[in-house]
């Protein structure tokens, strides 16, 4: 019986396609719009770019709860992590072993990167999701970006689409530990032919999979858009607002099998009489993101069509720390008496906060004929952020504490400046000729104090960055649509990426890191019918001067990312993808690679002497790079219910670049089942309720951490080396019900 349903599968799926799929009526306003917003920042089927298209109704399906990195771990060469276990908090998202400070993201072209630290924090951008339209991945430097340099990939989004219709709809979640979310979402549809207004509210909370790990995340998304003829103008503006408890010390394997798995000393204050340890409740990061975004399309006439765009995001959040034993002198603090003591180290809660602001505008004028599609583009960007600590409580003080007691404050400025053209020739029938040249401008300034003692000077660590960077990335390519079916695209990049905040405020006193620059190469084939999708894609990426960790301290004794001459990432990624009309799709990827460091030279120091011990190790592996990430889903709907198995193997992987066998994260092999049943009642367009049971097998396994090393010397004067490393454990077994309601 199995047989003769895949044989009748197969059968349908070379019929004409007529028989299977229809494609829905798009509106022409929604669509013409729609082309001009996506035609300079997205790649399209003749780029010569390896990328991925995620649509909303993929994204749907798995947005029950998890954040966005979760959502987009499924597609070729991405691991996604999580603080906390459960996908939900602090998470962060890995392309090609490349982490979120070398991802460019940006949502409608719009910059997403934090400017100082290139990362991009999900958690300040909670359920955001669920007003993405869709989201394009691309691998490699891609297509000419606005903000942060592309090292691994870029991330685009869409957010919500064109409506004609009033909508209304709910959805909610509810599961393991403590987890859930409610989203709410209306919208007017057309008024009066031109008019619209979209709103989505949502809530999220969870109490973690790691002890105390909680979330709390609000959110909302607002949009007022006015759409004529040729002309769109949409006013989006979106707010988060997350309080989460640490979670970042991660654990030791000691500590793990001392405590358990969910073990997290974040906050850890003292262990009474009775042997129970009690933490600081608010040791929690606190912080609220708010987004403005106006954005003009326009066609001029069926060739030439501008799309620009103006942005302010305001960032305003801290976070408190229990810190045991500190050195009074370090917090601007005297020294107390109690008892006839001297009291120089005293427990303490600080406060770290930021007040960030960043604007700018971004544009791109296009053209495009039968032959040729180019673009004009550029932007422009400011950025301004106050950085500031202050001492709320010190153990039995003795003396006068002003409330909020300011101990350092510094401020960071930079401007970011770009300007491309790019352009896409068809040179014969099936070939196209890619050229894009930009050229980017940076200049970042931090003056004032750092939050770190430097005992050699007796204060703390001053700053005076004032650095300038010029940069030129040129990329060319040809694509050639062999037939109907087949294409073949190869191409180069060079892209260019200044160093981070903490780059410079980790790094030496009177040295200062340098750009590091990488030229891509990508060779890729693409073949696709009715019912097969398949493709592979080779690169090499080449790296000069990338900033690592080496085991280097700064003067103050803190870890620092040096320069290192040469390193690479080198793999094939693979994809397949067959729909066929009973209902069944199965997608598979999977990318091989060899991510490396040419010559690494180690630097240990001394526990007692502070002696350096450099250590030539050759060529060893980059860290948080497996050699291999694979994903599979197996998908079936039959009248309106829907099933899903989705399975990723991520290969062993190391956090620190010497290869140490202590600093491995092992191997892993997660699957989550999704199960959905969509049907209707009176007065809704729909509803669909379900389950999603992660981590099905209940693998037990660590995606993140950090490591280090260090060295000592015996009576003889031999030296032996230690390892250490702290392990970001997740969670085994768990699920989510959800539901959806569609009115």
Known sequence: MKRRTLLGCLIAAALPSALFAQEAESDSLHTNLQEVEIMSIRATKTTPVAYTNIGREELNKGNTGVDLPYLVSMTPSAVATSDAGAGIGYTSLRIRGTDGTRINVTANGIPVNDAESHNVFWVNLPDLASSVNDIQI?????????????????INMQTSAFNTQPYAGFSGSAGSFGTHKETLRAGTGIIRDHWAVDLRLSDIGSDGYIDRASTSLQSYYLQGAYYGNNTSVRLITFAGEEETYHAWNYASKEEMQQYGRRYNSCGYMYTDADGKAHYYDNQTDNYRQQNYQLLVDHHFDNRWSLNAGAHYTKGDGYYQEYKSGRKLVEYALQPFTIDGSEVKKSDLVRKKAMDNHFGGAVFSLNYKDDRLSASLGGAANRYFGKHFGKVLWVKEYIGELTPDHEYYRNNGAKNDANIYLKGDYRIADGLNLYADMQYRYI?????????KWNDATGALQQLAIDEEFSFFNPKAGLSWQIDRNNR?????????????????????????????RLIDYELGYTFGNRWLHAGANIYFMDYK???????????????????????????????AGITLPCGFRWDANATFSRNRIKEFTEVLYDDDTYERWEINHGET???????IIASNTFAYSWHGLEASLQSQYVGKQYMSNSDQEEHRLDAYFVSNLRLAYTFKLPHTKSITAGVTIYNLFDEEYENNGYAGS????????????????????????????????EL
């Open 138 to 154: 691309q691998r490699g430097v891609g297509t000419s970006t606005n903000g942060a340099g592309a090292f691994g990939a870029s």
């Open 443 to 451: 200049r970042y300034k931090i003056d004032g104090h750092n939050d």
């Open 621 to 627: 592996r980059l860290s948080f790079s497996p050699d």
């Open 488 to 516: 073949l695209f190869a191409s180069v990049a060079v892209a260019h990426k200044e160093p981070t905040r903490n780059n410079y405020t980790d790094g030496k006193l009177h040295e200062r890191p340098t750009a590091e």
């Open 545 to 575: 001067d990338q900033l690592v960790l080496t085991g280097e301290l700064n003067e103050i004794g803190e870890p620092l990312a040096a320069n290192i001459p040469r390193s690479y990432r080198a793999g094939i990624e693979l994809m």
């Open 710 to 741: 260090g060295y000592y010397t015996d009576a003889d004067g031999t030296r032996h080396r230690y390892n250490y490393a702290g392990y970001a454990a997740q969670a085994g077994i768990h699920f989510m019900g959800h539901v959806n309601i």
